[in-house]
């Protein structure tokens, strides 16, 4: 469903609620009107009415005098002057040293995550009033210097909740397609990253600002501020303190803003964060799934791979040798090589865990886990990605795009669509490195029309949560299209979309490639998916290729007892009221991959020679390859499934 109604913004939330209100009011009137005291305040805060000392509240001094006969509204308002001053200083300093080193520290990790830590550690054991006292004692009087410092000492706070908040933001698949997209690292920061922690980023502040408030005040106190006779809040309350057995009420004045300012602070802090709560709780996730019913088509005769590596194919468009993946030092995906040619389909098959993702984001250069790619080539338009981030930077978005099977999560939510696409065509444009607004958006409206979303400009505007999970993957497709790619790898694209839904997407790829003439590398578990749109297929099973053909051979006669299990269970090739035969057991977890055939353990032919040693890849017909040891036997054998 599609509601078009716009979320209000989150300072519209926090006002909404009572004591938001109230906070952000208080705030808004003392910062104005101490800020303005020299306009506000009804005398200076130097002068003396010594006739009126220690005198209560009345028409000529609103809030009472103090033992000098000094107004104390005015000293009030002035005093509050050094205040504001020392929170912007000290919030200053601890938002930009605690935003930079969180993000950094969280997103680069390595040795950066390391050294941020480690120093935050040590700064929080510090005792951070007495090296205030200690700066004081080096600067006397001087409130800047003190404020820098507590600004300094606070920071680690902020850097620890910002990088585990970060943690989690790099691994979601909207960054990943921001990379893929071919942002840089600074780009993805600062639009995607930060704009999800602002709100806890205002929080944080909020409740510094109120520790500043009352460490300011207790520096005034102690008569380590504003140097007397200058006014501070501080100050005034000592003062107080002192006249207590002669005028109670004098700390009344002085005391209740300092209280209501540091509730304020603290009741604005929870307003920002409910509201924030409020506004992630609204975005809802993409339709159940369902399948679709193709029928079979013929298939394009390409160059195979050979085993072990062996020449990356010259002709092809992107060439894929030996390539290995590990997760947390455990290999998950080994020695896989395979082409993929110019506007050719190839789907990549298998069971949940075969590694079929980690392969097509490891020709990204995208491992998810904080895994790496260990070994191999990975050629694409002659240049070899493996290891090069330069070149991986250069081709992702503009050379080869990404969609991901969960569109929602792969949108930036806190962006209306057409603004991430504007983003998008922008960072692409290569004739014109300075697209104007204006001809970025007509791109935008062109390119939704291209993936058939009716009425592109409503939608353009509309966050990724105001959209169904069909129209998400289509402008997810639009964004992948954004810079023209020559590859378009998807995995398992319509796994989490309905099933007329599924069809509406595989037919809009179908097209999208026949217009464009882009190659598609498509992941999925899904026959009907390769049936209805691939030209050759590789079949992957606990980390390996353990077959390779175009598809009309292999749905005729698969040449690995695994594609043949795979193809046996898939519901839409079986007949009639037959009873679907399931493969037993399930794909082992890398840890557990046996030395020979990994297959083995689940498969109906096995023979000792299954485990005796690990399985090669052979070619037992021209441009076929199965990692199966009965190859030859299932061949003469040659019972068309
Ligand atoms: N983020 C991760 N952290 C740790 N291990 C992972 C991670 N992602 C994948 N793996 C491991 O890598 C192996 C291959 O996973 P992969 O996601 O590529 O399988 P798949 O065939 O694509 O399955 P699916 O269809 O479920 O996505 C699995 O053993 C999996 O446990």
């Known amino acids: 469903m599609n509601t078009t109604a716009k979320r209000p913004g989150l300072l519209a939330r926090v006002v909404r609620r009572p004591s938001g209100a109230a906070a952000i009011g208080w705030l808004v009137l003392l910062t104005a009107a101490t800020a303005g005291a020299s306009f506000t305040a009804p005398r200076g805060p130097l002068d003396q009415d010594l006739g009126q000392v ?42 930009v040293i605690g935003t930079v080193l969180g993000l950094a520290s969280g997103y680069l990790g390595g040795w950066v995550d390391w050294l941020v830590t480690r120093t935050a550690d040590l700064m929080f054991a510090l005792p951070g009033i007495i090296i205030v006292l200690v700066v004081l004692s080096v600067f006397p009087g001087n409130l800047h210097a003190a404020m820098i410092t507590f600004g300094v000492l606070g920071s680690p706070g902020l850097i620890r909740i910002l990088r585990s908040q970060t943690l989690g933001i790099r691994e979601e698949l909207y960054v990943a397609a921001a990379k893929v997209a071919g942002l840089t690292r600074s780009q993805i920061l600062r639009r995607h990253v930060l704009p999800r922690m602002t709100s806890m980023v205002i929080v944080q502040a909020a409740l ?8 300011q005040a207790g520096l005034g106190f102690l008569g380590l501020g504003a140097q007397p006779p200058n006014p501070s809040w501080g100050g005034l309350v000592a003062d107080a303190s002192q006249n207590i057995d002669r005028d109670p009420w004098m700390l009344v004045p002085a005391g209740i803003p300092l209280v209501i300012t540091v509730i304020a602070l603290g009741l604005l802090g929870d307003a920002i964060r409910d509201a924030a709560i409020e506004g992630w709780s609204v975005s809802k996730m993409a339709a159940p799934q369902g399948r679709t019913v193709p029928a079979p088509r013929s298939a394009e005769d390409t160059a195979a791979p050979v085993e072990g590596g062996g020449e990356p194919d010259a002709r092809a468009l992107l060439s894929v040798r030996n390539l290995s993946v590990e997760i947390g030092g455990i290999p998950v995906v080994q020695g896989v090589s395979f082409d993929v040619m110019a506007g050719e389909t190839l789907g990549v098959v298998g069971e949940s865990g075969c590694g079929k993702s980690v392969t097509a984001l490891g020709v990204l250069g995208l491992v998810p886990g904080g895994g790496r790619v260990a070994g191999g080539q990975v050629v694409f338009d002659g240049v070899d990605l493996a290891g090069s981030p330069a070149e991986l930077a250069r081709v992702r978005g503009s050379g080869i795009a990404y969609v991901s099977q969960e569109p929602m999560v792969a949108l930036d939510p806190t962006f209306p669509v057409g603004r991430q696409l504007a983003e998008a065509v922008r960072r692409h444009s290569r004739t014109d490195r300075r697209t104007t607004r204006a001809a970025a958006h007509r791109r935008v409206i062109e390119l939704l029309t291209m993936v058939n979303i009716p009425d592109p400009e409503a939608v353009a505007g509309r966050y990724p949560h105001q959209l169904s999970g069909g129209m998400a993957q289509r402008v997810a497709i639009a964004l992948a299209l954004a810079g023209d790619p020559k590859l378009l790898i998807a995995d398992e694209p319509t796994t989490a979309l309905d099933v007329t839904v599924q069809a509406e997407i595989l037919t809009l790829l179908r097209g999208l490639q026949a217009e464009t003439g882009m190659a598609v590398l498509i992941v ?29 051979s292999m749905f005729t006669l698969p040449l690995h007892p695994y594609t043949a299990g795979l193809l046996a269970a898939n519901p839409h090739l079986a007949g009639g009221g037959e009873s679907l035969p399931t493969i037993p057991g399930t794909v082992p977890a890398p840890r557990d991959w046996p030395q020979g055939c990994r297959f083995a353990a689940r498969c109906s032919r096995v023979t000792d020679a299954c485990a005796a040693a690990p399985v090669a890849l052979t070619r037992p017909v021209t441009d076929r390859l199965t990692r199966c040891v009965h190859s030859q036997q299932l061949l003469v054998e040659g019972t068309p499934r």
């Not at 509204?73 to 601890?94: D, K, N, Q, W």
């Not at 049936?531 to 009309?552: F, I, K, N, P, T």
């Open 208 to 215: 510094f600002a109120a520790i500043v408030v009352t460490i």
């Open 54 to 95: 220690l005198a209560g509240p009345s028409g000529g001094h609103l809030l009472g005098t103090d033992n000098l006969g000094r107004d104390l509204l005015s000293r009030l308002l002035f005093g509050g002057r050094s205040t504001l001053l020392a929170v912007a200083e000290a919030l200053l300093v601890y938002l």
């Open 524 to 552: 999925t578990h899904d026959w009907g998916v390769v049936a209805d749109l691939c030209h050759r297929s590789v079949v992957m099973y606990a980390g390996q290729v353990v077959e390779q053909a175009d598809v009309e």
